[in-house]
């Protein structure tokens, strides 16, 4: 018998540290916060076909399923889609050529097809649900960070004396830490004036993403390696973290209500 309860917490302890180490771009709750608050702001005629070609499939459901596809193997050849690493002093426009598929590629790409009349049902609810996913990755600062240290992946901190690493702690730590539900930091948004939400929805994927940029070397000036991380990092930068699952939000918003107008 005690052999038996070993050998259970043995593989109980294992199942546990897969899972930990099994990479969530946002996480789940910070991908369906942004697809929650997308959701807010979408003409009704836009809402009415994304339900049908969803076939009644909320945007926060699907929100996963950019991650949900990476253990299958015949999904893999998507994995460069979820960052794009642009050289520190050059804009995309000068190296869009030599980088191939992309974050911003690939997001360029889900609305065309989306646009594309000849794109098929299922192709299109492929495209959609991805383009949910990406518009997220897209506004965590690291995914679009540096390649020599995987956008953070390599910089090994410490969370609450947890291993983690810095790519980890802005991807899910924080927002897990904070405990609320995906609907519930959708709610609590920060309430924007007309001039903050106009600047927010202006521009295109590429200013997006500059805008992200714009982040990545304050949050790897945030922390070094080996650093421990507890509650004064939470309390500096998890407001940034909203801000950027709001703008998620309101910018797939955008793109949706073009693509289904």
């Not at 991908?31 to 070609?53: N, P, Q, V, W």
């Not at 399923?65 to 995309?92: C, L, M, Q």
């Not at 506004?139 to 995987?150: F, I």
């Not at 790519?167 to 904070?178: A, G, L």
Request: charged share 30%.
């Amino acid at each position: 018998m005690k052999i038996k309860i070993f050998l259970l917490i043995v593989i109980l302890s294992l199942g546990n540290t897969i899972h930990a180490n099994n990479k969530e771009d946002w996480g789940k709750n910070g991908h369906r916060s942004t697809a929650k608050i997308a959701e807010g702001y979408l003409k009704r005629k836009t809402a009415r076909k994304i339900e049908k070609l969803l076939d009644g499939k909320s945007l926060a459901l699907v929100s996963t399923f950019g991650d949900d596809i990476k253990s299958d193997p015949k999904y893999r050849k998507y994995s460069k889609w979820h960052y794009v690493n642009i050289p520190e002093g050059k804009t995309y426009a000068e190296v869009e050529n030599q980088l191939g598929e992309n974050l911003i590629w690939a997001i360029q790409e889900c609305v065309s097809k989306l646009k594309n009349e000849h794109t098929s049902k299922k192709d299109k609810q492929f495209f959609l649900k991805m383009l949910v996913h990406l518009v997220g990755d897209l506004h965590q600062p690291l995914h679009v960070g540096r390649a020599e240290d995987k956008g953070g992946n390599d910089i090994e901190v410490k969370w609450f004396n947890k291993s983690s690493n810095l790519h980890r702690v802005w991807d899910s730590e924080m927002i897990n830490f904070f405990d609320m539900s995906y609907s519930d930091l959708a709610i609590n948004q920060k309430k924007l004036t007309k001039k903050e939400l106009k600047a927010i929805q202006e521009g295109d994927v590429v200013d997006w993403a500059q805008d992200s940029r714009v982040l990545v070397n304050k949050v790897y000036n945030s922390a070094k390696e080996g650093d421990k991380l507890y509650y004064g990092y939470m309390y500096d930068w998890f407001t940034q973290v909203r801000a950027q699952l709001q703008k998620g939000g309101i910018r797939l918003a955008v793109l949706l209500n073009d693509v289904f107008a």
